[in-house]
């Protein structure tokens, strides 16, 4: 019992100093600790100031020991520690091997993890400037790319500008000729009308006057070689308008495609000066996943090389068609002159018109004005029966729209409601079948006034057949259209 008893006594007798801290922190004991070794309560008539519970108590009280006292003197060791006899029968938690070796155990985890740290710092900042690079890299590449996407829609552009003048020019130069053309086409129809006129003058000579001579013969040719000129005019007349057409949709497919060109140049030319630091750049989540794309390079540039060759096709077809036109008018203004110069030579001068056939003609312009305006006014009571529909309409239609505002379950399709429907649908119908009735009145009146312009026109002719072929016929044939009017240019 000395034995088991003196250490402790030892260590209370001895006055020493205290210790700042008699272990570390608990938190560094509890990391240090966790998780290696089972805990096993003791009881609480275990508890010596040995044990970690009353160690950790001392530990934060800090006592001060008082120097050995008489007090003390006379009591036996078993007094003093009253359990000190039964510590051969307690246990011990950890060896200090135990201790040692979960030290080092700590030590190599502190050293693994620091270990882990700094690797993972160094992986990381040298992930980090791999991808600035490869970033950086990337960036410049699109720079690079949109920039020669740029050179090559500016080089298209000009292509397409070019084109685009030379094809407005053609297109210029067509339609001068068109217009020459028409107005060369128009030249011939006086000619035409007073060969037929003279031809009809010639056809109401009376007795032995309707001779088939050769003022006959030759008018016949004459009409017969305008109308002939009037074609060939008119074919290409025609063709020149199909061509105008082909022109301005090739032209206007370059005007698209260069419209399109500029829009694209203004947006990848953004684009290709946008930097980090620029305004206006923001998150656009999801972009990258639409494929909005309908091209590729190669399509794009066969697009817009495509639209060049058939815009310099239509040029060249344009070009070839204006050489012929010149051509035409030259000699179709040479063939009219050659028979109008022959039929003066050949033509007599009378022709006769009956007053019966002149009467006739007025009985009939009389009818027709008089049918006319009884039309007219049939066309102006349709109009007024329409006027008067208006209004109707317009209060059924305005009972319909303040009836769809009633609230909730009073929007009910009532009797009201369907009368006002069909309200609606009857002066539809009305107006419609007036409308019908107005437009057959007015088809109506367009043949009369196209009747009374023939009858007027055919009174006229009768009217001049009144004279002698040398007083009428060579009187309307003493002007031709001159060589300048017959090729377009006046």
């Not at 066309?379 to 303040?402: M, N, S």
Request: charged share 30%; glycine share 2%.
């Amino acid at each position: 019992m000395e034995l088991v008893g003196s250490p402790l006594t030892t260590m209370y007798t001895h006055p020493r100093s205290t210790p700042t801290k008699f272990l570390p922190a608990i938190s560094t004991m509890a990391s240090s600790y966790k998780n290696r070794f089972p805990y096993c309560p003791l009881p609480q008539s275990f508890s010596l100031p040995w044990m970690p519970s009353s160690y950790y108590k001392t530990a934060a009280i800090n006592p001060t020991l008082a120097p050995f006292s008489k007090s003390s003197q006379g009591l036996t060791p078993s007094k003093m520690l009253p359990f000190a006899s039964k510590r051969t029968t307690l246990f011990t938690r950890y060896t200090p091997d135990d201790w040692y070796m979960s030290s080092l155990t700590n030590y190599k985890e502190s050293e693994t993890s620091r270990h882990n740290a700094e690797r993972l710092r160094a992986d990381t900042s040298r992930m980090i400037q791999d991808k600035y690079q490869q970033t950086k890299k990337t960036q410049v590449e699109s720079t690079k790319k949109l920039g020669e996407r740029v050179n090559d829609i500016e080089f298209w552009k000009s292509e397409l500008c070019r084109e685009l003048d030379e094809m407005i020019g053609e297109t210029n130069a067509l339609t001068d000729t068109k217009k020459r053309l028409e107005r060369a086409l128009a030249e011939t129809e006086p000619p035409l009308q007073v060969a037929q006129e003279c031809l009809l003058h010639r056809e109401k000579r009376m007795g032995i006057d309707l001779v088939h001579d050769n003022v006959e013969k030759q008018l016949f040719a004459e009409v017969d070689v305008i109308r002939s000129c009037q074609e060939r005019m008119q074919q290409y007349l025609d063709k020149a308008k199909a061509q105008l057409a082909s022109n301005r949709v090739a032209q206007h497919e370059l005007e698209k495609d260069l419209a399109n060109k500029q829009a694209a140049h203004r947006i990848d030319d953004k684009c290709h000066h946008l930097r980090n630091t620029s305004d206006g750049i923001s998150y656009y989540q999801g972009v990258e996943r639409v494929d909005a794309t309908i091209s590729v390079p190669e399509s794009w540039a066969k697009f817009t090389d495509d639209n060049i060759l058939r815009s310099q096709s239509e040029r060249a077809a344009s070009a070839k068609l204006r050489d012929g036109v010149e051509n035409l008018l030259v000699v179709t203004a040479n063939e009219m002159w050659r028979q109008f110069n022959g039929v003066n030579v050949a033509f007599t001068n009378r022709i006769a018109e009956t007053a019966d056939a002149k009467n006739k003609i007025q009985t009939h312009l009389a009818k027709t004005l008089q049918e006319i305006f009884q039309i007219e006014m049939n066309i102006e009571a349709i109009r007024k029966a329409i006027r008067d529909k208006g209004p109707p309409l317009k209060v059924a239609q305005t009972r319909l729209d303040e009836r769809t505002r009633r609230p909730n379950v009073e929007l009910c399709r009532d009797t009201a409601q369907l009368r006002l429907v069909n309200e609606v649908h009857e002066i539809g119908e009305t107006i419609q079948s007036l409308q019908q009735r107005l437009r057959d009145a007015e088809d109506t009146l367009q043949k009369l006034v196209r009747a009374k312009s023939v009858l007027e026109h055919d009174l006229a002719i009768k009217a001049n057949s009144l004279f002698i072929d040398q007083e009428k016929c060579m009187g309307m044939r003493k002007t031709f259209p001159s060589t300048a009017r017959l090729v377009g240019y006046v």
